[in-house]
């Protein structure tokens, strides 16, 4: 639904269509093993509840197996919000002492969401911004993200930034590590950014300038002096929105603006994958994937 598309950014469809593939390859296995059409219905029940218990464990298998990775003293990077990355990271501060710096995560301010669930867990936590990337990355040890998709060549589809993030940390040869379940595992097999599916309306992208709002005390809006202040604009409280500080608008048409929910990061730039199957090469995706369809 149009409604759905904007709540999730277009970002969930890869995963969603993977899952979704992958549990009705699994549970109508019944069809040809069931002497009767009851038996086939109970036995497909059944194994949609075990698909559903497997897909929920994943994540602490995940945990299990990728937060041996972290060591005392590093410092880790990430990039937007992931519930298995967080697991993940949360289960090796229960052991080790390290620190997170995650990118900001225009424009839905994941990464910000992110780090706060980091910091109330008690990791020492810091935010920049998205073009830092090449900044910080001096200071990582590793990098740990999430992925939306895990494709056949071992790449994987993720918020956007997570190409260029696997980019710098290969220059700098620090490892880039990716936690995914493996009901995302996905039957694509992209070759650059233009093979992307569509995925969803883009979120609206507002550009301002943030000192200016500091500048100004927080103001986010004027009201219309009083001399050009009609009756229904002093009732309803109206703001002259292009005159709100820092807030940059553009004539209609006169610019157009790109904000594509997800890249692709090839596989070359990706060291190891944190999996439920276990911890896997790249290269070893496109057999699990023959695994799992059989």
């Known amino acids: ?36 059409f009851d038996t086939c219905m109970a036995q497909v029940l059944e194994r949609g509840e075990r698909f559903a218990g497997i897909s929920l464990a994943a994540r602490d298998r995940i945990a299990e197996v990728g937060h041996p990775f972290v060591q005392d003293g590093q410092t880790v990077l990430t990039h937007g919000w992931s519930r298995v990355v967080s697991s993940l990271l949360i289960k090796a501060a229960e052991t080790r002492h390290f620190s997170i710096v995650v990118l900001e995560g225009r424009p839905d301010a994941s990464g910000a969401k992110s780090a706060k669930v980091y910091a109330d867990a008690g990791i020492p936590t810091t935010v920049v911004l998205d073009s830092a990337v090449g900044y910080v990355m001096e200071r990582a040890d ?32 620090k490892p880039f590590y990716v936690a995914a379940e ?60 292009s005159r709100i500080p820092g807030v940059v608008h553009f004539r209609p048409g006169q610019v157009k603006v790109e904000n594509p929910p997800c890249d692709y990061t090839p596989a070359k730039y990706i060291t190891l994958l944190f999996t439920d199957l276990g911890v896997l090469t790249p290269s070893a995706v496109s057999d699990e994937l023959i695994r799992l369809y059989q």
């Open 182 to 241: 493996s009901y995302k595992f996905a039957r694509m097999f992209p070759l650059n950014q233009s093979d992307l599916p569509r995925m969803g309306a883009p979120c609206v992208l507002n550009f301002v300038d943030t000192a200016s709002w500091q500048v100004t005390g927080g103001l986010v809006g004027k009201p219309y002096p009083s001399d050009e202040e009609d009756d229904e604009g002093a009732a309803a409280g109206a703001v002259d929105a």
């Open 142 to 173: 590793m990098v740990v993200v999430g992925a939306e998709g895990v494709v056949e060549n071992g790449g994987i589809v993720n918020k956007m930034g997570t190409y260029a993030l696997g980019m710098a940390a290969r220059e700098l040869g």
């Open 1 to 36: 639904a149009p409604g759905q598309s904007r709540l999730w950014g277009g970002r969930s469809h890869i995963a969603l269509a993977s899952g979704c593939e992958l549990f009705m390859k699994y549970v109508t296995r019944a069809y040809l093993e069931a002497p009767d």
